[in-house]
């Protein structure tokens, strides 16, 4: 079965560059999105194909792929970008990575 | 702009049923793949079961294959989830959630706000 795999958490400091990694075997053939949930709150979609912001989400998030890793950047990280975020990508299934704790400290 | 919004969970016992409904507000419910997506208390998104635009094709995770059937009622702009069989790994905040075009590919893009399912007895 294909799975995604990210750290359980990271920390970074306010201003500092967080990096959140996401690795899958099918990733060098499909795209990977980005989801951020804060606590008791409905997922929201930050980064889609890859690196493409949807609207109204700031530019200090960003997004690469290479290989069979995705990687989502938060250059300059606030205290309100503290939350979970989920990889999803699909390999004719539709799969979550188990999300990474982000916490801005 | 779409908005999706869950109803009909609850508590239930364990070999229960409960019939999740998702209504969906804004235009062109109907050309859209939609999916369910649970997370358990403290845990991931999982992704459970997804129809096409005019449910003639659907597909279940494992976990959940042969217990809980999705469908929808395009007339009604309304997704639907049945979930026979419960058990207490079922209990979750189940999301609605359409799949969108972005362009070079497709993903979730709207999502409920979810509802609770609690499986216990």
């Known amino acids: 079965s294909y799975e995604l795999t990210q750290p359980p958490s990271v920390s970074v400091s306010p201003g500092q560059t967080a990096r959140i990694t996401c690795s899958g075997n099918a990733l060098p053939k499909n795209f990977a999105y980005w989801y951020q949930q804060k606590s008791g709150q409905a997922p929201v979609l930050v980064i889609y194909e890859d690196n493409k912001r949807p609207s109204g989400i700031p530019e200090r998030f960003s997004g690469s792929r290479s290989g069979t890793m995705a990687t989502l950047i938060i250059s300059g990280a606030q205290v309100e970008d503290e939350a979970d975020y989920y990889c999803?990508?699909?390999?004719?299934?539709?799969?979550f990575g188990g999300g990474t704790k982000v916490t801005v400290l | 702009e779409v908005q999706l919004a869950e109803s009909g969970g609850g508590l239930v016992q364990p070999g229960g049923s409960l019939r999740l409904s998702c209504a969906a507000s804004?235009?062109?419910?109907?050309?859209?793949?939609m999916h369910w997506v649970r997370q358990a208390p403290g845990k991931g998104l999982v992704w459970v079961s997804g129809?096409?635009?005019?449910?003639?094709?659907?597909n279940h995770a494992d976990s959940v294959k042969g217990r809980f059937t999705i469908s929808r009622d395009n007339a009604k702009n309304t997704l639907y989830m049945q979930m026979n069989s419960l058990r207490a790994e079922d209990t979750a905040v189940y999301y609605c959630v359409r799949e969108g075009w972005f362009g070079e590919s497709y993903g979730m893009d709207v999502w409920g706000q979810g509802t609770t399912v609690t499986v216990s007895s």
């Open positions: 804004g235009p062109i419910f109907s050309s859209y793949w």
């Open positions: 129809i096409d635009s005019d449910g003639r094709s659907t």
């Open positions: 999803y990508s699909t390999d004719r299934r539709r799969v």
